[in-house]
């Protein structure tokens, strides 16, 4: 009985939580929705997320591009097939590589800081000044915050490409000894506008989840510095197995026969 009282009681949290977040949801979007706007508060947080996020991003997908080519040029040479490597690295990385790794890198740096901002101010009272004041603090919080996620991870997601792409570029010309007009011949006749669509999709979802976990766990902390630290953590594991889970039923939305 201890046992199935157990799983009863964490079903239950579950079911809470999950209810919790669904209309925490709905009310974020239908404030994204509803005037008034705080533009500025939507511009200062799409650089924050977007301007600011760009040195990790590209690094990231520059290296990834690198060892992508590397990696597919020693699997490929088995059997002969280096011909296929432009095609493969171009596709993986609009598909697949480019959005994921972006999002995982932007999840780490900005899921974790909106946690830790809105925390922040859940535990010193400044979210309930905000309602005092007469002012909505998911509109003022949370509505720019989803706005800017979905916005600036499909940009950060079209330079992540270029520049992984551009990495692959670099190995196989200077390493590999490919011809380099042959090489950009074979990308650009082998990528189609559904890759890079099915990208930009993954990108924007993933933008949206990363600041819905960083605002949801940052606006329901509590418990002080300690809290705060908990929902940080909780943002960024939540918004990278969401990242993974989405990942899977965008690719199979597009992709499945």
């Known amino acids: 009985m201890t046992l199935l009282q157990l799983l009863g009681r964490t079903f239950l949290v579950f079911l809470a939580n999950a209810g919790n977040l669904a209309l925490f949801t709905a009310r974020g979007v239908s404030h994204c929705v509803r005037p008034p706007f705080y533009w500025r508060n939507f511009l200062r947080q799409l650089v924050e997320i977007g301007y600011y996020s760009l040195p990790v991003v590209g690094l990231t997908a520059i290296f990834t ?59 010193t009272e400044q979210i ?79 933008g949206f989840l990363i600041a819905l976990m960083g605002c949801y766990f940052g606006y329901n902390s509590k418990g002080g510095a300690q809290g705060v630290g908990t929902a940080t953590t909780n943002a960024v594991v939540a918004a990278s197995i969401l990242i993974l889970s989405f990942n899977y039923l965008i690719t199979e939305l597009f992709f499945a026969q």
């Open 128 to 206: 309930d000044a905000l309602s005092t004041l007469s002012t909505n603090p998911l509109k003022y919080l949370v509505a720019p915050r989803l706005l800017a996620g979905l916005v600036s991870l499909p940009v950060l997601v079209i330079v992540a490409d270029s520049i992984g792409i551009f990495g692959g570029y670099l190995v196989a010309t200077y390493k590999l000894d490919f011809a380099p007009g042959a090489y950009l011949t074979n990308t650009r006749e082998f990528l189609e506008v559904m890759d890079v669509v099915s990208g930009l999709v993954k990108a924007a979802a993933f």
């Open 65 to 123: 591009g690198m060892v992508l080519t590397l990696q597919s040029h020693t699997g490929f040479a088995r059997f002969s097939a280096e011909s296929v490597i432009p095609n493969v690295v171009v596709v993986s990385i609009t598909r697949e590589l480019g959005p994921v790794l972006a999002g995982l890198m932007v999840a780490g740096r900005v899921g974790a800081a909106m946690a830790a901002e809105i925390g922040t101010m859940r535990v």
